[in-house]
């Protein structure tokens, strides 16, 4: 046998290939792919991606929602109130479970990568713990890293310094904070300050929720690209959400966004999130919750898609479908050019992976063999189809296989089965 697994005619990046897969590792793309495999996977006329990879989301409170209530304002402020009502109830095994039952949905998404946020604002650190536990258990399938997020307010709350630091001990990848959530605004800034200053002492990343408000004065990514700059930490710092910047003042921007692109800041926009918190104290014009996606790419700052919550205190849908968070991006960003549809796709896929410094993921010779084999023929189809994964192979095994779904008609006079796959001619 020359591999363990090869993947044929499925295409790539606008060819077809095949792809030679031994142990956990991609060894040979090409066409017609000499040489036998212990099995093999038909793919042709379909979309082969990299996986999925999801860096904004909230293990911890997953699959949580109507616990102990539901949000009735609809509000960020009133999630956030609902949450620390949760919080003292929460169990290791509560917790443990009701993310190990979602990595089973992000894995039959062909979703293989996560950054979670775990809220570090109950001195039990128990949701660190659990989380820290299920990190282990899905290794072999899924990418998890997780921030130290302290919820209510790094000083806000009296114990989120001392516990950020507990939990960057336990084991905690990357320095999280909410700058916007804190007392004043200069209590926010300088709450930026403190945990870049503790990221670069430990060699870390950083992903703040960052200006997640309507409030247009809310300039914190202007301290986190300013210490991201003094600190030597480009390419390792990241602003979630962002929202503010769509409520900033339009010469303010101006200056702003080249800040952040010479600091080499991400952003990542979570957009079926915002659409639904943002705006809310707003009659209309009702404003969107999004931040300047397009203009920031303009400026070669990376941005990426991030789901931020399934079924939680904050939002009461979800499936952990990234197509589904880029679709609605795309709509919201009025990202509707070939070029643009087609990025947003990359966002869900490549891009996060950079934002998240996974370097082994990808399409090409020597990256791990975790892929996507989608039911749709480009990436534009699979984001307007939401595409089935037919079959979703994580380090070189099979983890999730779909059969076809077809609906049959039965109004006379017309091919009996319904085929959503288009290709124009
Ligand atoms: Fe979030």
């Not at 796709?345 to 892929?371: C, E, P, Q, W, Y």
């Not at 996507?372 to 023929?377: N, R």
């Not at 076809?404 to 796959?421: A, D, F, M, Y």
Request: proline share 5%; charged share 20%; with cysteine.
């Amino acid at each position: 046998m020359d591999f363990d697994l090869i993947v044929r005619g499925g295409t790539l990046d606008g060819r077809i290939a095949d792809i030679g897969i031994s142990g956990e590792t991609i060894a040979a793309i090409e066409p017609n792919l000499p040489g036998t495999a212990r099995s093999e996977i038909d793919a042709h006329g379909n979309l082969v991606s990299p996986p999925f990879v999801d860096p904004h989301f909230h293990m911890d409170a997953t699959l949580s929602y109507g616990l102990p209530r539901i949000n009735a304002s609809g509000t960020l402020l009133e999630g956030i109130s609902l949450w620390g009502e949760l919080k003292p109830l929460l169990t290791h095994e509560a917790v443990r479970d009701r993310a190990l039952a979602y990595c089973d949905w992000a894995v039959s998404m062909g979703l293989l990568a996560i950054r979670t946020h775990v809220d570090v604002c109950d001195d039990r650190l128990l949701a660190v713990e659990a989380l820290l536990d299920v990190k282990k258990t899905i290794a072999p399938y899924i990418d998890l890293q997780l921030v130290a997020f302290p919820q209510d307010g790094f000083y806000r709350s009296p114990s989120a310094r001392d516990n950020t630091l507990r939990a960057l001990d336990m084991g905690v990848d990357v320095v999280g904070g909410i700058p916007h959530f804190e007392r004043t605004m200069a209590d926010g800034a300088r709450s930026v300050t403190e945990l870049c200053e503790i990221a670069a002492k430990r060699g870390l990343m950083v992903d703040l929720h960052c200006d997640e408000t309507d409030d247009p004065l809310s300039r914190h990514i202007e301290q986190l690209a300013c210490e991201t700059q003094r600190l030597g930490l480009h390419g390792k710092v990241v602003g979630s959400h962002l929202t503010s910047m769509h409520s900033m003042d339009n010469y303010y921007v101006s200056k702003l966004l080249p800040l952040i692109a010479e600091a080499g800041v991400s952003a990542i926009p979570n957009p079926l999130i915002n659409i639904m918190l943002q705006g809310r104290h707003d009659t209309f014009p009702k404003r969107r919750g999004l931040t300047r996606v397009k203009e920031m790419q303009a400026l070669g700052i990376r941005v990426g898609w991030g789901q931020d919550c399934v079924l939680d205190p904050w939002y009461s849908l979800g499936t952990a479908d990234m197509l589904d968070v880029a679709f609605m991006g795309l709509h919201v960003a009025q990202m509707s050019s070939p070029a643009d549809m087609a990025r947003c796709f990359d966002m869900v896929t490549n891009v996060n992976a950079s934002i998240m410094g996974l370097d082994h993921l990808g399409l090409a010779v020597g990256k791990r063999a975790s892929l996507v084999v989608l039911d749709a023929g480009n990436p534009i189809e699979a984001l307007r189809l939401r595409a089935e994964r037919i079959c979703v192979i994580a380090r070189g095994k099979v983890v999730a296989e779909r059969t076809k779904q077809e609906t049959r008609l039965s109004i006379g006079g017309r091919p009996p089965l319904v085929n959503r796959r288009h290709i124009a001619t």
